[in-house]
Nanobody
């Protein structure tokens, strides 16, 4: 069974940057699209970004487009989320997930999830 372990969260000031990492176990890393989601207190989990299995295609929520970048390293079996120009509204628990198939914004299309990493942006 695949395991996903996020890291890199923390406290940062408005305008700062963070890079989240998601280490993925298993030998089939390149077969699956991967995604990042986030959940703020009192809100539903929302899509942030996804990347295709090949890495050729990426997708972003409008709220993070131009500020966040998703990437993957096949040698390290790791997915990254580079977050720049952070805002207080980016405060949330960030989750890494593996898609059942193609990259998508729908959480229901992801079948494996990490435990999450907290990101707090102070104003």
């Amino acid at each position: 069974q695949v395991q996903l372990v996020e890291s890199g969260g923390g406290l940062v000031q408005t305008g700062g940057s963070l890079r989240l990492s998601c280490a993925v176990s298993g030998r089939t890393f390149n077969r699956y699209a991967m995604g990042w989601f986030r959940q703020a207190p009192g809100k539903e989990r929302e899509f942030v970004a996804s990347i295709s299995g090949s890495g050729a295609s990426t997708y972003y929520a409008d709220s993070v487009k131009g500020r966040f970048t998703i990437s993957r390293d096949y040698a390290q079996n790791t997915v990254y989320l580079q977050k720049n120009s952070l805002k207080p509204e980016d405060t949330a628990i960030y989750y890494c997930a593996r898609a059942k198939g193609l990259a998508t914004m729908a959480a229901i299309e992801y079948d494996s999830w990490g435990q999450g990493t907290q990101v707090t942006v102070s104003s």
